[in-house]
């Protein structure tokens, strides 16, 4: 699997209770960054690792960028950077550089006194500088993107036009990868000061598609991608899991930024466990309150506080709990939260 992380900040948000404030950009915001997109996003959504993958696989491996280094390819490798190098080389009746006489006297003596063999200092263009770095990871994030997307789907998933592209894409940076000239250059990530030198070299421009694809590696997904991942009862979690937040800084306390660990989101006291299976009494869903488990009804729509509470408390697994079912709710609840630490 491809470990993706997102290390780009993200906009302004609106601050809570203002026109316009939406509670996940507040949320994504709050998210401490670098930070491991699949399995954050796993945590947010409820989706599974494996298919939080396949999606960020697709959402890079089928990006224009990545298209645009492909594309781009035949004539990059025209133009690959290179830096001169010499190197030892035993010639034969011929010369192809400044003599080494005591290693050719060497050579002569292990090779019967062959007064034809001469070792040479010969030079050579050496491919392994950080521009052709550059160059290759972003080949390789689209191989290994494409490869998330697309290695456990069957035939009949992988006809989806989008996906056959993403596969075809895959192949080709992995093909272009193996070019001779590539081959020995080193598959180790470029470090950010190697970026630097390739964004300001002489040749930036014929690099320029690596870099924007290497940035998109580092953040495939927006706000509005992952939102559009969460289903309606999801939204309404988060929606009081950033009202319990608020409500707790009010009391002069800031929290730190939410962590993703062991599936769940983290930020000082409160604790966020997406519930994957309603109904599912064994594992632990909801947003935790210091001592207090809190959520919305199974069914957002079902009017019933008696019902709603009781299947809470069923899953509560021997903690105090409360239902959420509007923003008085939510006060009510944080306050509760603080008396029983209190107590």
């Keep these: 699997m491809t470990i993706t992380r997102l290390v780009?900040?993200?906009?302004?948000?609106?601050?809570?209770?203002?026109?316009?404030y939406d509670s996940f950009d507040d949320l994504w915001a709050r998210l401490i960054r670098p930070f491991d997109v699949i399995r954050t996003v796993s945590a947010v959504t409820g989706l599974s690792n494996h298919v939080v993958a396949q999606l960020v696989g697709i959402a890079i491996a089928g990006s224009e960028e990545a298209a645009r280094v492909l594309d781009s390819f035949p004539h990059?490798?025209?133009?690959?950077?290179?830096?001169?190098?010499?190197?030892?080389e035993r010639c034969k009746g011929e010369l192809r550089g400044p003599v080494l006489w005591s290693e050719t006297m060497s050579a002569r003596a292990s090779s019967f006194g062959d007064e034809d063999l001469y070792v040479c200092v010969t030079p050579s263009r050496a491919y392994d500088v950080d521009e052709n770095k550059v160059l290759v990871q972003a080949l390789l994030a689209i191989r290994n993107s494409a490869k998330d997307a697309t290695e456990k789907l069957s035939a009949r998933q992988l006809d989806?036009?989008?996906l056959r592209t993403v596969k075809r894409n895959g192949h080709d940076a992995g093909?272009?990868?193996?070019?001779?000239?590539?081959q020995k250059v080193s598959r180790d990530r470029p470090s950010a000061r190697a970026i630097k030198r390739t964004r300001a070299g002489k040749k930036s421009k014929i690099y320029e598609p690596s870099i924007a694809m290497l940035a998109r590696a580092a953040n495939p997904l927006t706000a509005l991608d992952v939102k559009a991942w969460c289903d309606r009862r999801t939204l309404a979690q988060i929606h009081v899991l950033m009202g319990v937040t608020e409500r707790l800084e009010r009391t002069g306390n800031t929290l730190p930024a939410f962590r993703s660990e062991r599936g769940a989101l983290y930020s000082?006291?409160?604790?966020?466990?997406?519930?994957?299976?309603?109904?599912?009494?064994?594992s632990l869903s909801g947003i935790i309150v210091g001592s207090l488990l809190v959520d919305v009804p199974d069914r957002?729509?079902?009017?019933?506080r008696a019902r709603a509470e009781a299947a809470l408390k069923a899953r509560a697994g021997g903690r105090k709990s409360m239902i959420v079912m509007d923003e008085q709710d939510i006060d009510k609840a944080v306050s509760y939260a603080i008396d029983l630490v209190r107590s």
């Design 268 to 282: 000082g006291p409160v604790q966020y466990y997406h519930g994957r299976m309603l109904g599912d009494r064994q």
């Design 76 to 88: 990059t490798v025209r133009s690959l950077a290179a830096s001169m190098t010499t190197q030892n």
């Design 8 to 20: 780009e900040e993200p906009p302004p948000s609106v601050a809570y209770g203002e026109p316009g």
């Design 300 to 304: 957002i729509s079902d009017p019933n």
């Design 175 to 182: 093909r272009f990868s193996e070019h001779p000239s590539l």
């Design 160 to 162: 989806d036009p989008l």
